[in-house]
C-alpha cells in the first residue's frame, strides 16, 4: 500500500489534484514553478520517511458562521491527496449509504433531496448536529477506526504524521467536555483536525461511520442520512425518536462527542426542517432567509464595486452562477427573478 501512494503516477495525480483551482495562489505556483524536482524531493522523502510535514497558515471566516480555517502548505497538501488516492477507495465502499459530504457521486444537493424523501414518507423528524466537530474528534479513537481497515505499518506512519501536524490547532475552537470515566490525563488527549485539510474532510466520515451504522443496524432507524456533523432521523413515533435521541447521545460520548441540546428537538416534518441552507418541507423547499439577506448585501457590494472599476463583470457573473446553481435547488424562482432583474452592471 505505501509503496503505491509513493509511486510517482500517484504523486503525480496527487499534485494535479491538489492544483485544481489553486493555479493563480502563490504557494501552488511556487510548488508549480520546479515541479519535477519538487514531486522527486517529495517523493525521496516520503520512500525514506524523512517527510515533515510544514506549519498551517490560519485565517478566519464569517459566513455562513465563525470558523477557523487552517491551510498546509502546498507540499502536503500534495502528500495529502497521494494518501487519500490510494486509502480512500477502501473505506469508501464501508461508508454507509446515507453519509453525503465530501463523497463523489454524493454532495449536498442530493443529501437535501433524501431529506425531502425521507420527510414526504414520514411524520417527525429528528435532526441534531455536533458541537465543535472539527475541534472536538479525538486523535487516538480517529487512529483506531483507521488502523482496523489501515494495517499496512508504513501508511500508518504517514497517517500519524499528518495527524500529529494538526494537533492543537484548534485547541482555542474547544471547549473541555468530561465524560463519565475520565481520568486526569483525559483533556490533554491530542484532538482537532484543521478544518481546510482534505484529510480532515474524509477523517471526519471515517470517524461518524460508526455513528451512521449504529442509528440504523443497532437502533433500527430505517430513515437517517448525514451531512459532516448535521444528521437526522425520522419515524411516525415522537416516543420512538426521543428514544433514539438518549440512545445517540449514549454512543456520541463513547466517541467523546456532544450535541446542542436545544436544537435536538422532534417536530413534525410539516414545520420544515433547516438543511444545508434550506427549510425543508414535504412539498417544497424555501432558502433560509438569512443566506438571502446575505446574497442580497454581497450582491449590492459587488455592483458597487463594478462601478469603481474594482470588480470586472465576468467575476461577478461567476459568482452570481455559483449562487443561481445552488438556490435552483430550491423553490426560489421569483427570488431569483427579484434579485437579478436588473443588468450586471446597474446600481
Known sequence: MYASICAWDNLWLAYRNAVRGKRGKRSAALFDFQLADRLIELRRDLVAKTYQPGPYVHFTIHEPKRRKISAAPFRDRVAHHALCNIIEPIFEARFHPHSYANRKGKGTHAAIDQLQHFARRHRYVLRMDIVQHFPSLDHALLRQAIARVVTDADTLWLVDMILASGAGVLAAEYDRVDFPGDDL?????????????????????????????????????????????????????????????????????????????????????????????????????????RNVVRFTRRLAANRAHISSGVLAPAQLTASVRGWVNHVRWGDAWGLRRHLLSRPIGVR
Open 185 to 289: 490525563y483525559a483533556p490533554l488527549r491530542p484532538r482537532g483536525l484543521p478544518i481546510g485539510n482534505l484529510t480532515s474532510q474524509f477523517w471526519s466520515n471515517v470517524y461518524l461511520d460508526r455513528l451512521d451504522w449504529f442509528v440504523t443496524h443497532r437502533l433500527g432507524c430505517g430513515a437517517y442520512l448525514r451531512y459532516v456533523d448535521d444528521f437526522a432521523l425520522f419515524a411516525d413515533s415522537k416516543r420512538q425518536l426521543w428514544g433514539w435521541k438518549a440512545a445517540i447521545n449514549d454512543h456520541l460520548a463513547t466517541l467523546r462527542l456532544t450535541v446542542h441540546e436545544s436544537a435536538a428537538q422532534v417536530q413534525p416534518v410539516a414545520s420544515g426542517i433547516p438543511w444545508l441552507g434550506f427549510v425543508v418541507y414535504p412539498t417544497h423547499r424555501l432558502l433560509k432567509r
